[in-house]
């Protein structure tokens, strides 16, 4: 399991090799100049190692760019900053958890997701949802609060009532089969679906197994409005909010909305994983 924020660092070291570049500089002649070993470059650039203070200084000195320097270790900062408060947050106990989810959602008003593994915890039933928070806390040692964690997330899905908010789901057919809290808890989290399909503030596309591909995700996020996506790791949170970062994940949501399907469609790849559960 990761203890490090692994993906936050990803894109600063993207940041920083797209410095480099426009600088013309090789990694090993960027490591000359530093004095540095020739792997720290690749280390930084690939989110593997943590860039200091000084590192960035150097980096932009090398690399005439300077008048970056308050703003990438700002944000290198920024990045440990919310992982160390996804970590607070979690040991205050699933039900806090859940809790601090509520502001950010009643704000919301177009929620774009994209689920790889699970079903989007706004679409859970109480018992898909208790399967994943009890394993969760397992896993991580948290407090057991569990009856209390699930409710918190069942009322978060009062926001799917009334017209004033869209949500558009994306999910791969993988979710479907995922096997979380046994047969019975699946088969009622898939009908759960199927009646959902019939909100109209609610899209619900799913992404075949075998389909086309017009985008290929690392991972799970969620998308607030334009202003915010939010990513999870298995020991962290990271909350995006540079605009140009967020248009990236946007860009990315509508072309796995391309490789969706909807409609009778969907249905019917939620009807065939409804049927293979009756089957076992």
Known sequence: MPDQPHRGREALGARLREIRLEARLT???LAELTGW???????????TRRP????????????????????????????????AEWRRQMRAGMRHFQDSFLP?????????????????????TAGYAAAILE???????????????????????????????????VIE???????????????????RLLALMSVPTISLGIIPD????????????WIFDDTRVHVETVSAGLNITQPAEV????????????????????RALIGRALRDLSHE
């Open 52 to 83: 200091s203070p000084e590192d960035i200084r150097a980096w932009c000195k090398y690399c005439r760019a300077e008048d970056q320097v308050v703003d990438l270790i700002a944000t290198a900062r920024s990045v440990d900053a919310m992982y």
């Open 27 to 29: 990694a090993r002649a």
């Open 104 to 124: 950010l959602y009643e704000q919301t008003l177009l929620f774009r997701v994209y689920e790889t593994t699970f079903v989007p915890g706004l679409l859970n």
């Open 247 to 266: 248009s990236l994940y946007v860009q990315v949501f509508e072309l796995l909305q391309r490789s969706a399907v909807y409609g009778h469609r969907a």
């Open 210 to 221: 075998t389909g086309d591909r017009h985008a290929l995700a690392q991972g799970s996020f």
């Open 173 to 191: 057919e993988h979710a479907l089969r995922m096997r979380v809290g046994g047969a019975d808890v699946m088969s009622g989290q898939l009908g």
């Open 135 to 169: 394993f969760w806390a397992g896993l991580m040692s948290l407090p057991t609060d569990i009856e209390a964690a699930v409710a918190v997330r069942m009322g978060r899905q009062s926001v799917l009532r009334g017209r004033e908010r869209r949500f558009v789901f």
């Open 37 to 47: 070993h020739f792997t720290k470059v690749s280390k930084l650039e690939h989110g």
